[in-house]
């Protein structure tokens, strides 16, 4: 049972949720059921709804040596205020006229496309070596340690493959031409993220290829098909959850034979947990832990710089609030090892509630500026990806609340797409001027 005062913050949460998905997925323009706004609901209900809530049907709120119980209503709370005020600033309308690029020609042998392909498969064997092409025949990753100080970034080009991959399959579907190029290289990537073992890039690139099928065929998903699919997909990332070995791939064994669908359910919702470690740290500041002001700022902004050049740049201190969060808790350091937080936990840890609430309505203000621009640039096939790379990039937004985290994630992932959009705009533009000339 809920408290009062659990009960209260929870519906609430929940019916905000409700009325932005029903609204949404029942509205006569088939492309508002796509809105940022309706990502961010699906989101919060995962972590803020229906994880917490199992857990407590389980009589399961013990996580990480600690129950976790009496931060629940603090963090509905946060999730609410958080969620309403991202609504709010979803809802200011941009009055300034977006420009429109109407241009639908699919270029295969887009140059940047290559570039960006190239750049993927090299980092990737810099930073693998031969091993990363020996993952389809289930052997181990080996981290070759090239790249210095930038070897991270050498790393992170992995997440391009990503972008590649979208700009494939929108090809496909649009000429149905080079499917076996297409498939060829997911089955590879997958394989080498289901080996790398962070599921976020699994979900970024199901779920942009997703919504890039639905929006090209113009049409809507059927209920039945969203609800199951979903549950499917949150079963897979529970059998990876317990199958995987990190750079080894996933090992099945008896146990896991074992275990049925409900089972690998089960198991997926874990991920809801980081909702848990956000009420703990929600209680902490500034009760032990004083407020971090601009410091995730700081962070951010130092992350290019290598540690050759700064020895002293600051780097993982709100990570480390959160082992000392868990370690007076409970006596253990090790208990917080790993715990993430959700976005608006790190804007609370910053500021307070004030924080919270700016931070969240500016992250509407930035849906909202992704929508308009592709509500302005709906039929162009390059405009879809990069929308669906940026919706899809929504999860890592929320999911995990260190800013320094996200802009690396995004500059790999997202950002490539903006960057051929520019060049793109540029050679319509160029055609454009070209073709009235003749006229």
């Not at 590649?164 to 031409?177: D, G, H, S, W």
């Not at 990876?240 to 146990?255: A, M």
């Not at 832990?289 to 020895?311: D, G």
Request: positive net charge.
């Amino acid at each position: 049972m809920l408290t009062t005062g659990e009960a209260f913050w929870f519906y609430s949460l929940t019916i905000l949720i409700m009325i932005i998905l029903i609204k949404n997925t029942l509205h006569k323009d088939f492309l508002v059921m796509w809105s940022p706004l309706s990502v961010v609901a699906i989101i919060y209900l995962y972590y803020c709804v229906i994880g917490p809530y199992i857990t407590i049907q389980a009589g399961d709120t013990y996580y990480r040596l600690l129950d976790h119980r009496p931060y629940y209503e603090i963090g509905w709370k946060a999730g609410f205020l958080s969620l309403l005020s991202i609504c709010v600033g979803f809802g200011i309308k941009d009055t300034k006229k977006a420009s429109v690029h109407a241009n639908t020609k699919v270029h295969h042998d887009l140059r940047e496309k290559r570039f960006l392909l190239w750049l993927a498969l090299i980092g990737s064997f810099l930073t693998f070596g031969l091993s990363g092409f020996g993952v389809l025949a289930g052997e181990n990753l080996n981290i070759t340690g090239l790249g210095g100080s930038f070897k991270n970034y050498i790393f992170y080009t992995v997440n391009i493959f990503i972008p590649v991959l979208a700009l494939m399959f929108v090809e496909y579907l649009t000429n149905k031409r080079r499917l076996w190029v297409f498939l060829v290289l997911l089955i590879y990537v997958l394989t080498l993220f289901l080996a790398l073992g962070f599921r976020y890039r699994l979900v970024m690139l199901v779920g942009s290829l997703f919504m890039i099928y639905y929006i090209h065929k113009r049409r809507k998903p059927q209920w039945i098909v969203l609800f199951f699919g979903l549950l499917v997909f949150v079963a897979l990332m529970g059998f990876i959850e317990i199958t995987r070995r990190l750079h080894g791939g996933l090992i099945i064994d008896e146990s896991v034979v074992e275990l049925g669908f409900a089972d690998f359910l089960l198991i997926g919702m874990r991920e809801s947990a980081v909702f848990q470690s956000t009420g703990l740290m929600l209680t902490a500041v500034p009760d032990y832990i004083p407020y971090q002001n601009f410091q995730f700022v700081l962070e951010t902004l130092a992350m290019p710089i290598p540690r050759e050049l700064w020895p002293g740049k600051p780097s993982g201190e709100e990570l480390k609030l959160i082992l000392q969060a868990y370690e007076r808790q409970t006596g253990f350091e090790e208990a917080g090892i790993g715990a993430a937080i959700l976005n608006f936990g790190e804007a609370f840890i910053a500021f307070g509630w004030g924080g919270l609430l700016i931070v969240s309505f500016i992250w509407g203000l930035i849906f909202r500026k992704a929508w308009n621009f592709f509500r302005s640039n709906a039929n162009n096939i390059y405009a879809i990806v990069l929308f669906t790379l940026f919706n899809s990039f929504i999860y890592v937004i929320i999911s995990r609340g260190y800013l320094p985290q996200i802009a690396l994630n995004f500059f790999f992932t997202v950002y490539p797409m903006f960057w051929i959009w520019s060049k793109i705009r540029k050679r319509f533009a160029r055609y454009q001027i070209r073709d009235e000339f003749k006229s």
